[in-house]
């Protein structure tokens, strides 16, 4: 197994229980080792284009365009200007003498067309080469515009993918302050780091509805330009996907004296307490908002509880691999696994801090390996050598899977179920059921041994009630 490992990298997989706790993380992908990861302006575009009655424009060759709303398919409840790509499609001869003609008659372009409520733009690695002046370029467009045109500092190779939603954090945060706070209540909140993948922050609404909670922005599902401005009015910043938020929920505190709790709204346990969490900040203005929100969970997990056990009477012993792009999922899952009778035996991510991954050590079980920034040469080795029966993971760990014969789960941006909020739990379960028990493992050479097949548990009725109404 040594000899898989780039000797440069052994200071980023860990074994729990074979030696003393020591990771090494947040730092540039090894040249060469194909990492899973990917760059600055991914990182920046994934957190800020569900912003849907925003221009988003990106400043470079057409390729780095291709990555848009397709990869990460954030919903919208009205506007869905979002789902359009543009490119200044920057040509050789644009960079031998300079693009920035091109991105104002672009710009000037689009917002004639489109009368978006802000714009985006994107800057690539090339324009980070060749020195356009994206600001001042902004700076003109939004002066005879008169709206707010924001320059995106996300070249690729800035650094990593966490470098990306730095600069998107900085980018949204020229929105914050501009807007009015009339009329907002006490008890409100925003929302940061959930960009609504199947409808998963309209399931988390309505929760925060039922609790008495106004929801002031959505940042970034189902966000509009106008909520960001006047988002500094909230009282609270709940913080799910703290890799890609965590920076403006620091931005907000600091500037507007605005607190922030984490959270996460995978499995039982995180999304019953991400809801207490936030009922307990606001008890002193509402002494009732407790009570209100056990009766929410309470209400939920009876009808929850007897479906997972049904799962977990299948699922006993098997054995699961965790590999996601923000570590807060990975904490979330090993409890979910738990929850339905799996063992996780593999978790690693491409964003994960240090306190990440202490947290990831405390909570896993002795043999489990914990794994930063990894390559498909890697995980198929750890996939082989801890014989999973699941791998859970994104559409860039979806091949490796399918090639060792593994079941294989989408925890990523391209999913279409929502996974998010109890009915997600039952969703989640219900997925891994079906990619676990399913008769063709039986026709891989590593399962032709084992037996499969158990009764079939029908949850169609329980997660269109929830899904749909939540919608």
């Known amino acids: 197994m040594e000899d898989l490992i780039f000797e440069e990298r052994a200071d980023q997989i860990h074994r729990k229980g074979e030696q003393p706790y020591q990771m090494s993380c947040d730092r540039d992908s090894l040249a060469g080792a194909v990492s ?4 600055v302006f ?3 575009r994934v957190v800020l284009y569900p912003i849907a009655d925003a221009l988003h424009l990106v400043h470079g060759p057409i390729g780095c365009a291709a990555y848009t709303w397709d990869i990460r398919g954030a919903l919208s409840s009205g506007p869905e200007l979002h789902r359009l790509s543009f490119s200044t499609d920057l040509q050789e001869k644009d960079v031998i003498f300079g693009g920035e003609d091109k991105l104002y008659q672009a710009l000037v372009e689009l917002i004639d067309r489109h009368q978006p409520k802000a714009a985006f733009v994107y800057s690539t690695c090339i324009v980070g080469l060749i020195g356009d002046d994206l600001k001042s370029v902004c700076r003109r467009v939004s002066q005879e515009k008169s709206i707010p045109v924001i320059p995106v500092e996300s070249e690729g190779f800035k650094g990593n993918k966490r470098a990306g939603y730095n600069a998107a954090c900085r980018a949204m945060f ?3 302050g501009s807007g009015s706070t009339e009329g907002i209540p006490p008890l409100s909140i925003n929302i940061l780091g959930d960009f609504n993948l199947a409808g998963e922050i309209w399931i988390i609404r309505e929760y925060f509805e039922k609790m008495g909670i106004e929801v002031v922005a959505n940042i970034t599902g189902d966000g509009r330009v106008g909520d960001l401005q006047r988002a500094h009015g909230a009282a609270l910043n709940v913080v799910q996907c703290s890799g890609a938020t965590m920076d403006l929920a620091k931005m907000m505190k600091e500037s507007f004296g605005i607190p ?6 995978f499995g039982v346990e995180d999304m019953a307490e991400a809801l207490y969490s936030v009922a307990r900040f606001f008890e002193d203005r509402d002494p009732e908002i407790m009570e209100r929100t056990r009766g929410l969970v309470r209400e939920e997990l009876t009808v929850l509880y007897p479906k997972l056990q049904e799962y977990r009477k299948a699922l006993q012993g098997k054995k699961a691999a965790i590999y996601v792009g923000g570590a807060f999922k990975a904490f979330s899952l090993i409890k979910a696994f738990r929850h339905i009778g799996m063992q ?3 978790v690693g991510s491409q964003t994960g801090t240090e306190e990440d991954y202490q947290e990831l050590h405390d909570i896993t079980d002795e043999g489990t390996i914990i794994v930063d920034d990894s390559n498909p040469l890697e995980l ?3 996939l082989k050598e801890k014989d999973v029966d699941v791998f859970v993971g994104g559409v860039k760990e979806r091949p490796i899977a399918y090639k060792l014969g593994v079941g294989f789960c989408d925890h990523n941006h391209e999913r279409k179920e929502p996974l998010e909020g109890f009915v997600g739990m039952l969703v989640f379960a219900h997925e891994i059921y079906t990619s676990v028990m399913s008769p ?3 026709f891989a050479p590593r399962k ?5 097949g158990a009764p079939a548990v029908d949850i169609s009725g329980r997660c269109g009630r929830l899904a749909g109404a939540s919608m």
Do not use: E, I, K, P
């Open 380 to 382: 198929s080795a750890f």
């Open 440 to 442: 063709v493992w039986r």
């Open 42 to 44: 991914c990182g920046s």
């Open 260 to 265: 922030h709790v984490r959270v996460s709204y």
């Open 344 to 346: 996780v035996v593999l």
């Open 36 to 39: 899973q990861r990917a760059c």
């Open 174 to 176: 020229q929105l914050m």
């Open 448 to 452: 032709t041994s084992r037996s499969q």
